[in-house]
């Protein structure tokens, strides 16, 4: 089995930064992935971003490239969501994702994803 934990969120000004953290128990395997999405008001659930345990691999939303930086800790089995010039559209709740049979041309779609966390709360002020 596997559980995730997010942490991190928080209410934010515009053009500030936050650090998402998402730490995983249980068995995990050489294709593991983790990764985040999330669910703005009245919106639905969104691909932010993904990392592979195996090759390092990163991959972003279009809405997120230059701003946000996906990075783990193997050993820890933690990743991070570094989110900096947060804007009010950001505004979400933020969802760590993982698979344990990560396919790219799957990536963004949340059937890939076979655990999730609760979500934290991010929300930006203008």
């Known amino acids: 089995q596997v559980q995730l934990a997010e942490s991190g969120g928080g209410l934010v000004q515009a053009g500030d930064s936050l650090r998402l953290s998402c730490a995983a128990s249980g068995r995990t395997y050489s294709s593991w992935a983790m990764g985040w999405f999330r669910r703005a008001p009245g919106k639905e659930r969104e691909f932010v971003s993904v990392?592979?345990?195996?090759?390092?691999?990163?991959y972003y939303a279009d809405s997120v490239k230059g701003r946000f930086t996906i990075s783990r800790d193997n050993a820890k089995r933690t990743v991070y969501l570094q989110m900096n010039s947060l804007k009010p559209e950001d505004t979400a709740v933020y969802y760590c994702a993982a698979t344990l049979s990560f396919k790219g041309w799957g990536k963004s779609s949340p059937t890939s994803y076979n655990f999730w966390g609760q979500g934290t709360q991010v929300t930006v002020s203008s």
């Open positions: 990392i592979t345990w195996s090759s390092d691999d990163t």
